[in-house]
């Protein structure tokens, strides 16, 4: 009974976002404060998994909530929640901006994106997590490399624990498109990171270009 | 890790990692106070209704654009009946009465406007009305005197309209106009335009080559 009562008083102090929402759309500032605090870290993490760059990330963010305070009436409840409207309008984002991006040459790209994986490896101990960080950064180096509607599939169903169902949802196709492509993009995966692999292990053998060449 | 092969065991496992990696990463403060600072301003309510009045004025100065080139091109068109009429006149008819507008004759008279011309061949107001020998000689490639008085012209005779009617005379009709003749066709007709008053008399005539 108690416990119930503690959940609704929950409830009660935590608006939902719908209600946060049509707050925020009413003008409250607060409204909006919150609602960004509460969703901001998972679109800001789905922009950058998916991008690599942080940069694109922050500015990615920022598009989709001022989209949200634009636009945020067409969000319908019904449809889907609102964290998954939101990872929606980020991918939108995300691949304009990376169909745009394919144009440019960056300059330093390299160093841009050692910087976004120091920075979040600020944590980690130099000496007893270097395997660990090692294995990120090819994964994640994996990742990026994929093509985008693979990439995207793995970014929401195993980087943010996205169900199959919302990332349907947020891609605009079946479920069991998402689970054909999720499983294509982990063979890729595993055909991207194989080779890197056994060049780490056999670098220091010749025994390898004998099995190739076998 | 790296000495291990990638199974698919190994790439969940490294998948999480990632995962756990980046969970904790979020978007800068500063975001947050853009954003406060658009709530404020509400200046990202702004670029829709914007667009949408830029549509529409696009729209509207379109469709000024493309009613005044209609015009333009439906002008000429407009022509075409006046010059098929003038045409229709040239015919090899001996005799032809036609309405026409007064034309210029030697005397200096105030302005007329027959209302039977402007019955059959409207003008649109406004526009430049041209003589109608010139006319009738651009179109049917006729050459004409002006109109020569036959007596006392009044000018008020024609402010009820007139009438011009195609004749033939002797070309020794010409000397009497004090024009030049060439004898050796003396024996033929040469045409000549009529300006028959309201009253129904000769006003004035008009030779025609």
Known sequence: MSVNHLGAMNLQSEPGDSELLRSMLAGDEEALALLYRRRQGSVYRFALQMSGSKPMAEDVTQEVFLFLMREGHVFDPARGSLSAFLLGVARNHVLRRMRVDQFMTPIGNDDDDEAVFVATGTDLRPLDDLARAETIELVRRAVLSLPPKYREVVVLCELQDVSYGEAAEILGCAIGTVRSRLHRARALLLAKLRPAEQIDDESSASLKSARCFA | ?209
Request: glycine fraction near 4%; charged fraction near 25%.
């Open chain 2, 1 to 209: 890790m790296n000495s291990q092969r990638f199974d698919e065991e190994t790439l969940t496992s490294s998948l999480k990692l990632l995962a756990g990696e980046m969970a904790t990463l979020n978007a800068p403060p500063e975001i947050e106070q853009k954003l406060r600072e658009a709530m404020r301003a509400r200046a990202v309510v702004r670029p829709f209704p914007k667009r949408r009045v830029g549509y529409w004025v696009a729209a509207g100065i379109a469709a000024a654009l493309l009613i005044a080139v209609s015009v333009v091109a439906l002008r000429p068109r407009t022509d075409k009946p006046n010059q098929t009429t003038a045409r229709q006149t040239d015919q090899p008819a001996v005799k032809e009465e036609r309405s026409v507008e007064v034309p210029k004759i030697l005397e200096p008279e105030p302005e007329q406007e027959p209302q039977k011309q402007i019955a059959r061949n409207p003008v649109r107001p406004g526009k430049r009305r041209v003589p109608h020998s010139e006319v009738a000689n651009h179109v049917t490639r006729e050459i004409a005197t002006d109109f020569m008085p036959l007596g006392y012209v009044n000018p008020t005779t024609f402010q009820d309209g007139g009438q011009v009617v195609r004749i033939e005379l002797p070309r020794s009709a010409l000397v009497n106009f004090g024009l030049p003749m060439n004898m050796e066709r003396y024996h033929e007709k040469v045409k000549a335009d009529v300006l028959i008053g309201s009253d129904g008399l000769a006003h004035a005539i008009r030779f025609v080559q």
